[in-house]
């Protein structure tokens, strides 16, 4: 089958483009898997992981959240913030779990919208760890390397 190609931008950067064979994407009703020749979609994507797969290999990264645009040749993925598993800096991601962690345990914030922000932090620090140690669990010297599950 033909590749799609793939694009991830944030207002940083481009974390990514190039062609896939499959994106395999956090939507924000559950799990979406786009091949090439997919009918248009646009739709948001929650804080999760993004799986790319190119033949054997798959590449893994972590989203915080966004939109994606499908056209049959094409996915555009906007992100608020999207790092490829090898980029995710561990040690940060351990202390934004733990800080979120500490302020959900010190009691509800009585401002929801507070509330709200630490539950999302939250989640993104464990997408953030679920991705970056499933990947070092794989073999294989890069991210483009690793076998499918
Ligand atoms: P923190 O509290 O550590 O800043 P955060 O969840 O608030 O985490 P985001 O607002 O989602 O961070 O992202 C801000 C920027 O920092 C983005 O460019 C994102 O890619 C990057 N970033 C956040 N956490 C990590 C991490 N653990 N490893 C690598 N990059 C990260």
Do not use: N, W
């Not at 799986?51 to 915080?64: V, Y």
């Not at 561990?90 to 979120?100: T, V």
């Not at 679920?130 to 499918?148: D, H, I, K, L």
Request: hydrophobic letters at 40%; a negative charge; glycine letters at 8%.
């Amino acid at each position: 089958m033909s590749p799609i190609r793939c694009e991830i931008v944030t207002q940083e950067r481009v974390v990514y483009d190039q062609e896939v064979d499959m994106v395999i994407a956090p939507g924000s009703e559950g799990e979406l898997g786009i091949l090439p020749h997919h009918v248009p979609l646009l739709t948001a994507l929650a804080a999760g992981e993004l799986r790319l797969r190119l033949g054997d290999d798959e590449s893994s990264f972590a989203i915080g959240g966004g939109f994606m645009e499908v056209q049959p040749d094409h996915v555009m993925i906007l992100a608020t913030a999207a790092e490829q598993a090898d980029e995710i800096d561990i040690e940060r991601a351990e202390a934004a779990r733990e800080r979120a962690e500490r302020l959900l345990k010190e009691g509800l914030p009585s401002d929801p919208g507070r509330f709200k922000r630490i539950e999302a932090a939250l989640r993104r620090s464990r997408v953030r760890l679920r991705v970056a140690r499933r990947r070092r669990r794989r073999p294989g010297p890069g991210p483009m390397m690793e076998a499918t599950e």
